[in-house]
C-alpha cells in the first residue's frame, strides 16, 4: 500500500495530466483519412484510429476537456461546503448551523437526477457543458458531505473543542485550519469531494451515451466536440457486432478478432484512471 505522501503524489500527477490534456484538445476532429482506417494502438500509438481515420487520442482529448474543469468545480464546491458545515459547528454559530441543516434537509429531499435532467434541459444549445449539470450535482450531494463533516467536528466537542485549545493559548488559524480542518476534518471533506468528481464524470459518460445511443444532440457539450461516451458506445456496437458473428457462425475467435474492441477497452480504461485519482486523494488523506 503507498504511503499518504505516495498517494497524493500519484493523485497530483493523474490530475494534472488530465488538465493538461484540456490545453491540446483540438476544437473539431480531423477529416476522413482512408490511409489510417482502423489502425491499432500499436500502428498509430497510442490509441488507434477509428473506421474513419481519426485518431482515438482526439477523442480522449477532448473528452478530457469536457469533464476536467466541471468535474473539479464541482468537488471543490463541495469541499467548500462541507468545510463551512464543519467550522460553523466548531465555532457554535447556532444560527448559521441552523441556516444549513435547513439547506441540508431542503435539498437533501429533492430528487437527484430529475433535477439534473430539468437543468440539463433548461440549459439552451449555444450555452451546453457540464458546468451547470455539474454544479447541480454538487449543490444536492452537499447535504450529506455537511453532515457528515458537521457530525465529524461535533464528535470533537464543537465549541468546547474550540475553547479548551484557547484556554491553552492556540490562536483561531492555528485552531481552525490546524486542528480542525487539516488533523480531522481533512479526510472527510476531501473524500466527499473526489466522489463527487467523479459522479459528475459518470454522469456526463451516461447523458453522452444515451445522446450517441439514440442520435439526439448532446446536454454536456457542443456538437464539435465528443464525449468518452463514443468510444464506450463504439465499443459497444463492436462487442454486438461480434455477438451476432459469433451466433451466426459459431466462430468465437474470428467473430472477436474481426472487430475492433480497442474503443472499448480505451473508454473502461480512462474511467478507471479517474477513480484511480480520486482513489489516490482518498488515500493520502486517510486517517491514521
Not at 448551523?97 to 433535477?115: C, W
Request: net charge positive.
Amino acid at each position: 500500500m503507498l504511503s499518504r505522501r505516495q498517494s497524493f503524489l500519484v493523485g497530483l500527477a493523474g490530475l494534472l495530466v488530465l488538465l493538461v490534456s484540456t490545453v491540446f484538445a483540438p476544437e473539431f476532429l480531423s477529416s476522413y483519412n482512408h490511409e489510417m482506417v482502423s489502425l491499432s494502438p500499436f500502428e498509430h500509438p497510442p490509441f488507434g484510429t477509428n473506421k474513419n481515420g481519426i485518431a482515438y487520442l482526439e477523442y480522449v482529448l477532448q473528452g478530457a476537456q469536457v469533464v476536467a474543469l466541471p468535474a473539479l468545480f464541482s468537488g471543490l464546491l463541495v469541499l467548500f461546503l462541507s468545510v463551512l458545515a464543519g467550522v460553523t459547528r466548531c465555532a457554535g454559530l447556532s444560527r448559521v448551523d441552523l441556516a444549513l441543516q435547513g439547506f441540508s434537509e431542503v435539498v437533501g429531499a429533492l430528487p437527484r437526477l430529475v433535477v439534473v435532467l430539468v437543468v440539463a434541459l433548461a440549459v439552451s444549445a449555444q450555452g451546453r457543458s457540464l458546468y451547470a449539470i455539474g454544479i447541480t450535482w454538487a449543490l444536492l450531494a452537499a447535504p450529506g458531505a455537511m453532515d457528515e463533516a458537521a457530525a465529524a467536528a461535533g464528535r470533537l466537542g464543537g465549541a468546547r473543542f474550540v475553547e479548551a485549545l484557547r484556554a491553552h493559548g492556540f490562536g483561531a488559524a492555528r485552531i481552525y485550519f490546524n486542528h480542525i480542518l487539516w488533523r480531522n476534518l481533512r479526510s472527510v471533506v476531501v473524500r466527499q469531494a473526489a466522489e463527487v468528481a467523479v459522479q459528475v464524470v459518470f454522469l456526463e459518460i451516461s447523458l453522452s451515451y444515451l445522446a450517441n445511443a439514440t442520435n439526439l444532440p448532446a446536454l454536456t457539450h457542443a456538437d464539435s466536440t465528443h464525449s468518452w461516451a463514443r468510444l464506450l458506445y463504439e465499443g459497444f456496437l463492436a462487442l454486438m457486432n461480434s455477438w451476432s458473428t459469433w451466433k451466426a457462425t459459431g466462430d468465437l475467435v474470428s467473430s472477436v478478432l474481426g472487430q475492433s474492441h480497442w474503443p472499448m477497452l480505451i473508454g473502461l480504461g480512462l474511467i478507471g484512471a479517474v477513480v484511480g485519482v480520486a482513489s489516490a486523494f482518498k488515500s493520502a488523506v486517510r486517517s491514521r
